[in-house]
């Protein structure tokens, strides 16, 4: 077992050493945050060991996946995010997003007043339960909330309010979603794919001070589709 934790946490290194490399991890935020979170506590259980490779992996038969982590790293350092954010995330899969999320906004180190909070969405009734206990058991269920639900209506679902400081959708969709724009605040960002096919555009949209929203393409990418009222299945 001391063996199997040891060579884990060489695989962890170097992969971090390489996403630094690559310039997928940029800040030290992110770094910190990448070190702290066990991705192999929210991985299905038989493919643990593959948890420090540079891939997606099923989760078990629901047909989805957790991110490639060069994937996960450059979605939390393109949301440029700081210490007290409240966050929502359309998409918990197994839970691993939505702790790193957690990590850059309510660091363990720090104190929990100053903490924000992730508001995370599942629609798969499987990978909720699946989520909430990855999450719990690597003490995340004090950052992390996980909600059962179509996230594309956002959170309250068709909530008209400004609430959330940044978005990050992890499933491809038609179009941004109507609520999520509406539930972004002023000078907030929301990040996610937009698309159909294998490759999908991964955009991030800036809502202004003055309540402008502005679209910028990233880069192609490969996620799930997006289900619910404002995805491809419904
Ligand atoms: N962020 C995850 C991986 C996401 S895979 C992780 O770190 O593991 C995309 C997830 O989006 C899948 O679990 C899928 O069930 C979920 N999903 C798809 N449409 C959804 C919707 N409308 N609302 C909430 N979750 C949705």
């Known amino acids: 077992m001391i063996e199997m934790d040891e060579e884990l946490r060489r695989k ?10 690559e310039g997928y991890l ?12 066990p991705r192999e506590r929210f991985i299905w259980p038989g493919y643990e060991s593959m948890a420090y490779h540079d ?9 989805q996946t957790i991110s490639a982590p060069h994937m996960c790293a450059y979605l939390i350092e393109c949301l ?23 990590e850059c906004v309510a ?16 629609i798969n009734e499987e990978l909720v339960e699946f989520a909430k206990r990855n999450l719990e058991r690597c003490g995340y269920s004090n950052r992390v909330t996980v909600i059962r639900g179509d996230g594309s209506l956002g959170w309250p679902p068709q909530s008209d309010e400004e609430i959330y400081d940044r978005i990050l959708l992890t499933a491809a969709a038609p179009t941004i979603p109507k609520p999520l724009i509406k539930q972004l605040k002023k000078g907030g ?9 294998y490759l ?4 991030r949209v800036n809502k202004d001070l003055d309540g402008v929203v502005r679209e910028e393409n990233l880069l192609k990418v490969a996620f799930v589709p997006l289900r619910g009222r404002w995805g491809w299945i419904k």
């Open 12 to 21: 962890k290194y170097r992969l971090v050493n390489r996403l630094i490399r």
């Open 26 to 37: 940029r800040s030290s935020r992110c770094v910190k945050a990448f070190l702290k979170v």
């Open 55 to 63: 891939s997606p992996l099923p989760l078990g038969d629901t047909g």
């Open 80 to 102: 440029n995010l700081v210490e007290g954010l409240k966050v929502l995330e359309i998409g918990t899969g197994s839970g691993y997003q939505a702790a790193l999320l957690a």
């Open 107 to 122: 660091p363990s180190d720090r104190d929990p007043d100053k903490w924000g909070h992730v508001y995370t969405i599942e």
């Open 189 to 197: 960002y929301l990040v996610g794919p937009l698309g159909k096919g």
């Open 200 to 203: 999908q555009d991964l955009v």
